[in-house]
């Protein structure tokens, strides 16, 4: 599984920014797919999540503010982001948790992470 992550950049505080994270290849289910963000220096941290049902879940510092969403034809994931605060500055990377359909595997992939700068 291939992920594209796409969508930072640079947003006032209290703008909105919409992040876009696409899964790519063949073979396999996608089973869950979540957005994390990590500071330098800092621990990557859970934002948000979705599963192939559709049943969600976020972190408590983004709850009601950010909304996890997908679309399962584009094998894409988005994260629209409301209120942003500069404490939201981070690199975003996205994350899938898909199943091989032929060994059925567990697999487990990461997105190279966009950046999302929030100005005070």
């Known amino acids: 599984v291939q992920l594209q992550a796409s969508g930072g950049g640079l947003v006032q505080s209290g703008g909105s920014l919409r992040l876009s994270c696409e899964a790519s290849?063949?073979?396999?289910?996608?089973?869950?797919m979540s957005w994390y963000r990590q500071v330098p220096g800092k621990q990557r941290e859970f934002v948000a999540d979705?599963?192939?049902?559709?049943?969600?879940n976020y972190a408590g510092s983004v709850k009601g503010r950010f909304t996890i969403s997908k679309d399962s034809k584009k094998n894409t994931v988005y994260l629209q982001m409301d209120s942003l605060k500069p404490e939201d500055t981070a690199v975003y990377y996205c994350?899938?948790?898909?199943?091989?359909?032929?060994?059925?595997?567990?697999?487990?992939?990461w997105g190279q992470g966009t950046l999302v700068t929030v100005s005070s």
């Open positions: 994350d899938a948790e898909a199943t091989d359909l032929l060994s059925a595997q567990a697999m487990d992939s």
């Open positions: 290849g063949s073979g396999f289910r996608i089973d869950a």
């Open positions: 979705i599963t192939s049902g559709g049943s969600t």
